[in-house]
């Protein structure tokens, strides 16, 4: 069996959002996101566990962890997405643990440009990520809470989505 | 003036890895499938995404008072946790004088994320956009290659990929 890590990313078009919702400075009232302003894709990673903290939880899967990441269509470009909360229903809790928030210290590649091939160099840099453990195979519903800053740092809003991952 | 269409390519490093093997060979990579990449791109006033070969914009020509850029960006769906995927080189074969060449551009930039030991303070980390840009002339289509590098988290080079999208601007 290959530990695995299974890496969900949510794209959000911040300006999609804020033409349709505005500014929201609640956050408890924040804004439910429709698929015209995001979309969820999801990724495995094996075999690179070292940045994790040990699982606690023994798998019948191929993966130990759940990794949720959020960013902006953008990337670090003009918005910043944070992800502030994500939750998992309680029907999945039999698959996934409710996912808390983890500090990753990571080896980061990146790279310059040399006419058409890359010269890489590593960066530790310091990522958060939610993360759960994975129990079992099934179909995960969960909802993300997502802050939205501009590139100065400024609020723009507070958002939600809600998808579902395929645990296998 | 310019009206910017963001294009976001998410890339499953690892099934490409898994189905088209590693490499070397920047300049004459293999040809990928679309079932690895998520096509992401803003049309107006929705978010279009999937595995088309077909990105759809509204683009205005360069003489109006509006011209439209094209901004394409590529990473990892694991946003470079094991894999990153870099951007590396786009060569168009159809409708050369719709779109310009596209052009590397570097930006630096910062990202926030919350402080360990007081998670409700936000600090910033320095981080590196690359993007490519195009700016369209008319309307039209245009079928090109773009290719993308994969590098571990060692730093190693694990293979160069290409794959032959298009663009319809109208």
């Known amino acids: 069996m290959t530990d695995a890590v299974r890496n969900v990313l949510a794209v959000i078009s911040v300006d999609d959002v804020l033409q349709k919702h505005g500014v929201n400075n609640s956050v408890d009232a924040a804004v439910m996101l429709d698929a015209d302003c995001m979309g969820t894709f999801a990724a495995n990673v ?49 698959f996934v643990s409710q996912p808390v928030m983890q500090w990753i210290d990571r080896p980061t590649p990146l790279v310059t440009l040399v006419e058409t ?16 453990e994975i129990k079992g195979a099934g179909n995960v519903k969960y909802e993300m809470s997502v802050k939205v800053l501009d590139h100065h740092g400024n609020l723009q809003g507070y ?3 809600q998808s579902t991952l395929a645990v296998n | 003036m310019s009206d910017i ?18 490499n070397n060979a920047p300049t004459a990579p293999p040809m990928m499938e679309y079932e690895n990449l998520y096509m992401v791109i803003r049309n107006g006033n929705n978010l279009n995404y999937n595995k ?27 946003m470079g946790f094991g894999y990153e995927a870099f951007l590396t080189n786009f060569i168009l074969y159809d409708g050369k004088d719709v779109i310009t060449q596209p052009v590397h551009r570097v930006l630096e930039t910062k990202s926030f994320i919350p402080d360990k030991s007081n998670p409700g303070q936000l600090i910033s980390q320095s981080v590196v956009d690359h993007f490519w840009e195009s700016t369209v002339l008319r309307a039209g289509y245009i079928a090109y290659f773009f290719y993308l590098a994969i590098v571990d988290h060692t730093g190693r080079v694990r293979g160069y990929y290409r ?6 601007a109208q």
């Open chain 1, 46 to 94: 094996s075999g690179y566990l070292a940045p994790l903290p040990p699982a606690s939880v023994s798998s019948v899967t191929s993966a130990k962890w759940v990794l949720w990441r959020a960013t902006s269509l953008t990337f670090n470009a003009k918005y910043h997405c944070l992800i502030t909360g994500v939750s998992v229903e309680d029907t999945a809790n039999c």
């Open chain 1, 117 to 132: 091939a890359v010269q890489p160099e590593i960066r530790t840099q310091t990522e958060t990520v939610w993360a759960a």
């Open chain 1, 159 to 161: 958002y939600r989505l």
């Open chain 2, 5 to 22: 269409v963001d294009v976001l390519i998410g890339v499953d490093c690892e099934s490409i890895i898994a189905g088209y093997g590693e």
């Open chain 2, 52 to 78: 088309s070969p077909y990105l759809y914009l509204k683009a205005s020509a360069e003489n109006e008072s509006v011209a439209t850029s094209i901004r394409w960006r590529a990473r990892s769906v694991s």
């Open chain 2, 163 to 168: 794959n032959d999208p298009a663009v319809v």
